[in-house]
């Protein structure tokens, strides 16, 4: 008979740190709760009916214990909490050079575009020992994006971005899960995640062919839509050019400023008149309704690739 492990293989470079806090918060609670459940036996026992012992409980209070009680809580408290929101960070921060794969869940799949190989359903190839971002959003409800080997889950939310990074450590195949109910079939909701050594995977995202880019397919997307017509350098000045725009700092009519990001870009294409660019005028029509979410992936992809390889969004 084959072993039955407790936990999943460790898989990333943040599976420990994860476990390690685990640990750490069972050992906490066990330690507490078996403090109770001892306490409860002893004061049951020593105060048991027709047991002859002082029941007066005369009133007795020692300020330090009470003070190193109160502190001692607020120590490990404190340190249980940092330790978590430091990996939290670590989660969200993704490395400026890490591979990035787009994400679309819909009930009830999962849509993987990677922006110079294949779309996937269902399946997630990525490189073994790469970091490996991913960019998420829904097209209907909420789903939660799991891979328990890897240690990580993370909420996939319609009308936004949501994102989290990884790096493979080890090559296989391992589970992913949708851990948000999201209809009938949201048991069915599930996939795999297939880490490849370096060279393998090369080989198998040249498989796909030039055609399925999502740069590609963006840039495409981009000249069908007319967006080429105002948005690029030299177009007449109607719109600011889209250049090297990306993670910089956009000046708004309102005096105020934004980071484009994905999910600004997101808005400006779905909402153009939520935040006009200071010195343009707003004549941008809403592509609300004219392009899926597939497309807006698309046209996210082009637009951040005109800022160079190094582009990066500074939060989730």
Request: hydrophobic residues 40%; negative net charge.
């Amino acid at each position: 008979m084959g072993e039955l492990p407790i936990f999943p293989v460790q898989a990333s470079t943040i599976a420990s740190q994860v476990d390690l806090l685990l640990l750490v918060l069972v050992l906490l609670s066990g330690f507490f709760t078996s403090i109770v459940v001892a306490l409860i036996f002893y004061f049951g026992i020593r105060y048991h009916r027709g047991n002859q012992i002082d029941r007066s409980n005369p009133p007795w209070t020692n300020l330090k214990i009470e003070v190193g009680w109160v502190f001692g809580l607020l120590v490990l408290g404190m340190s249980t909490f940092t330790g978590a929101a430091i990996i939290y960070n670590n989660i969200t921060q993704p490395p400026q050079d890490a591979l990035e794969i787009y994400v679309v869940g819909q009930q009830w799949m999962w849509k993987f575009q990677h922006p110079e190989g294949p779309q996937e359903i269902n399946t997630l190839h990525v490189p073994r020992g790469r970091d490996v971002r991913l960019i998420m959003t829904s097209e209907d409800v909420i789903h939660s994006l799991f891979v328990p080997a890897f240690r990580l889950k993370y909420d996939v939310i319609p009308g936004r971005y949501t994102s989290f990074w990884f790096n493979a450590t080890r090559a296989g195949e391992y589970h992913l899960f949708c851990t948000e109910y999201c209809g009938t079939l949201h048991s069915g909701m599930v996939g795999s995640v297939i880490v490849m050594e370096p060279v393998e995977y090369q080989e198998w995202l040249g498989s796909g062919g030039e055609d399925s880019s999502t740069t590609g397919s963006g840039q495409t997307l981009f000249t069908q839509l007319g967006c080429s017509s105002c948005h690029v350098t030299g177009s007449g000045e109607r719109a600011p050019s889209l250049e090297a725009i990306f993670g910089q700092q956009a000046p708004l009519e309102s005096g105020e400023s934004v980071t484009v990001d994905e999910n600004y870009l997101r808005e400006s294409i779905l909402f153009p008149m939520e935040k006009i660019v200071a010195g343009y005028e707003p004549i941008m029509p809403s592509y609300e309704g004219r392009v899926t979410e597939e497309q807006l992936i698309e046209l996210v992809a082009y637009i951040k690739s005109l800022s160079g390889p190094g582009a990066q969004e500074t939060s989730p």
